[in-house]
């Protein structure tokens, strides 16, 4: 194992040991609190609903059997506090809300009964962040000796998981769930909003789907907290407990197919990813008849629900192992990215935790796995798209690193002749454009075939590159310069003419011959001849170029080392105006 493995695989152990510790902390009970399970003093009671709710004292409680015939009845549930030693309860707290209505009562030891009620779409005050309800005791002088509560038409009783538990413990509980809970959101929705663009951007479908998968559990962590009754109260109770229902099944469908389609057809099976859609989205439509059902086991429906999900994640594992073991980048990126999803919900799957995490249940955990979920994918995806683009601009400077050397002679530096006829065509352009004159001067070195085969082409290059150094230095933004080829150079000048062009083509000459090469070809001295044809208005560079070679010709024919113009007016059309020689 590498050290990057090494050290890999310690911070996977630390997150997950930290993980582990967190659930721990979040599952154990804290103090003060006890659920009110079957093996607790909860004892029930089954009537109409036209029986009031101060017939309670009269009712007939069976204690250890199960109650039935409820769903369109009212359930009547109560539990005795002095039967529970060591239990200060101050509160109940409820988190199953499928019900028309519910009624809580308070019993004291001198006889008196307090009752506090919420319905659909109005919970009042009662409404807790973390999909509870919590009913406070009213602070009396005689002790608190019984809780009873009533329900209208409730779906399940398995799904309660009622608490007693004190008012501190409560308060604290609500801001933590509250923070968590709002963090995990927010998170949710930046990490929607942050993929979409990134699909939009990038074009890839998966980001599309993963977008969905963080607004679909956006919306679902939105309801199942209740955080929307501060703005929808008369939306409280069974309307948004379905809805919920069918926004967690959505989700794992919309999650299932952004892990899916994620994965090229080269890297998995079109059997086995066409599987694995169909029974992730098998699971989103069972939503549709879970959300809607009022009556039956809704609990032993959601126990074959919880095992179809199951083994959608082994689907969706078996996908991204396959994936994975054959690169595919994204496949590694979403198995990185599931791992704690598909871990949490196998835990509260197969585990019981439905009386911890502050009395959230499983739907805690399951928002934070989704959160980490989106982040991960979030940041896998820039670090992919970050390479993606740092490979582009690689492959963009490549190319104009390519470009400019085919524009550049690998000798001296100078542009090429390709290189040179792109920059100066615009520029004779615009002088045509303004009617100003251009001048092109070319400069041949005399007798340099003699230098490569009296010293050596090595030599010669030397030469040549001691020249061109002297020629760039009139590069700049009226004069262009550049190696057409062998020893010929060429100057282009926009808006020089006359005397000044004449001088200036003589001090080319004069600092050519200047140029000191005697530790390499001894005493013998390099000159020049240039050729330059004036043009007025400008002409394109071909008909230039022709000019400026006649005068170069010339200016060889005259005996070399000196300089002739030849000047052109009426755009080039007629012979040169006058020949102008300078000689040494």
């Known amino acids: 194992m590498t050290f990057a493995q090494s050290h890999s695989v310690r911070r996977w152990g630390a997150m997950l040991f930290a993980l582990a510790c967190v659930i721990a902390a979040c599952v154990a009970r804290p103090a003060g609190a006890m659920p009110l399970r079957d093996d607790a003093v909860f004892c029930h009671a089954e009537t109409s609903l036209s029986v009031a709710d101060g017939e309670l004292t009269s009712l007939a409680f069976s204690c250890g059997d199960e109650p039935v ?20 309860a101050q509160a109940i707290a409820v988190r199953y809300t499928r019900f028309e209505r519910l009624a809580v009562a308070f019993v004291y030891a001198d006889g008196a009964v307090r009752w506090q009620r919420v319905r659909r779409g109005d919970y009042g005050a009662h409404w807790r962040v973390g999909g509870q309800l919590l009913f406070e005791a009213p602070d009396r002088s005689a002790p608190l000796v019984a809780v009873a509560m009533r329900f209208d038409r409730l779906t399940d009783h398995s799904l309660l998981h009622p608490r007693l538990i004190s008012a501190d413990e409560a308060g604290l509980q609500a801001a933590g769930m509250a923070a968590m809970i709002g963090a995990s959101l927010t ?66 469908a919309v999650a299932t197919a952004s892990a899916v389609t994620a994965i090229g057809r080269d890297h998995i099976s079109r059997g086995l990813q ?36 199951i083994v959608d994640l082994l689907a969706v594992a078996l996908c991204l192992g396959r994936g994975w073991r054959r690169g595919s980048v994204e496949a590694r990126d979403f198995a990185l990215a599931w791992g704690l999803p598909m871990a949490m919900l196998a835990l509260v799957h197969v585990v019981d935790v439905e009386d911890g995490f502050w009395g959230a249940g499983s739907k805690l955990p399951v928002l934070v796995a989704a959160t980490w979920q989106a982040l991960w994918l979030s940041a896998a995806a820039t670090r992919r798209l970050s390479h993606l683009r740092v490979e582009r601009d690689h492959a963009r400077a490549a190319e104009a690193h390519a470009q400019a050397l085919a524009r550049r002679d690998p000798l001296t530096g100078l542009a090429n002749r390709r290189g040179f006829v792109e920059r100066v065509t615009p520029l004779l352009a615009e002088a045509r454009a303004g009617d100003l004159p251009a001048a092109l001067l070319l400069v041949d070195i005399d007798r340099f075939k003699s230098v490569n085969d009296g010293h050596g082409h090595e030599v010669g290059d030397e030469v040549l590159c001691r020249i061109a150094r002297r020629i760039d230095r009139w590069e700049g933004p009226m004069c262009t310069v550049a190696r057409l080829g062998g020893e010929e150079f060429g100057l282009l000048t926009v808006g020089m003419e006359g005397i000044m062009l004449d001088r200036f083509a003589e001090s080319i000459r004069r600092e050519i011959a200047a140029c000191d090469h005697r530790d390499i070809i001894g005493d013998r001295r390099v000159t020049a001849s240039v050729g330059v044809a004036e043009a007025k208005p400008a002409v394109d560079f071909q008909q230039l170029y022709r000019f400026a070679d006649a005068a170069l010709y010339e200016a060889k024919r005259a005996g070399r080392d000196r300089v002739d113009v030849q000047r052109y007016g009426r755009g080039g059309n007629g012979p040169p105006d006058r020949d102008v020689a300078l000689l040494n």
Do not use: K, N
């Open 274 to 309: 066409s599987a694995t859609l169909v029974l992730g989205f098998g699971i989103g439509l069972a939503g549709i008849p879970l959300a809607l059902t009022q009556s039956g086991d809704l609990g032993l429906w959601g126990q074959i629900l919880g095992v179809a999900i």
């Open 69 to 88: 015939g409820y769903q369109r009845a009212s359930l009547w549930l109560r539990a005795s506090i002095d039967r529970l030693p060591g239990v200060q």
């Open 187 to 252: 998170l949710l929705l930046v990490s929607g909003i942050y993929s979409l663009s990134l699909a939009v951007a990038a074009r890839c479908q998966y980001l599309v789907w993963q977008a969905a998968w963080s607004g679909v559990m956006i919306v679902w962590g939105a309801l199942w907290s209740q955080i929307h009754l501060a703005i929808l109260p008369a939306a409280a109770g069974t309307p948004s407990a379905r809805a919920a229902t069918l926004l967690a099944c959505l989700a794992i």
